[in-house]
């Protein structure tokens, strides 16, 4: 769905990203996320780093498992933003190779 080239910046504390202007998400979406979610994979030099998936706020299937980007998105000024959440303890989001990598494209923000 996005390439590194794609995102603006990425808040590692919140685990929040932006992307860059002219670039939709929801339409690359097709504009809706299906009842059971779309999956997504977190790939650092072509590693695969966690699996995880988009995910609509209204769908009555839940996974706790694995992360999401939930697919109704937040409003910040005009740039939109999208949080990528999870719930269990061992959190992949976490990974060191992703921080080292976004932090020497520069799009980390805390």
Known sequence: MLTDKEIRTYNWTKHEFTIKEGIS???RLDGEVPGGGKPFVIVVDNERIYL???WS???SL???DIPKIY???DKESENDRYKITYQKY???RVDTKIYTALKEL???ID
């Open 25 to 27: 998400l929801e339409e």
């Open 52 to 54: 995880g998936s988009f």
């Open 57 to 59: 706020y209204v769908s």
């Open 62 to 64: 839940f996974n706790p």
């Open 71 to 73: 697919s109704m998105w």
């Open 90 to 92: 061992q959190d992949p």
């Open 106 to 108: 520069g799009e980390i």
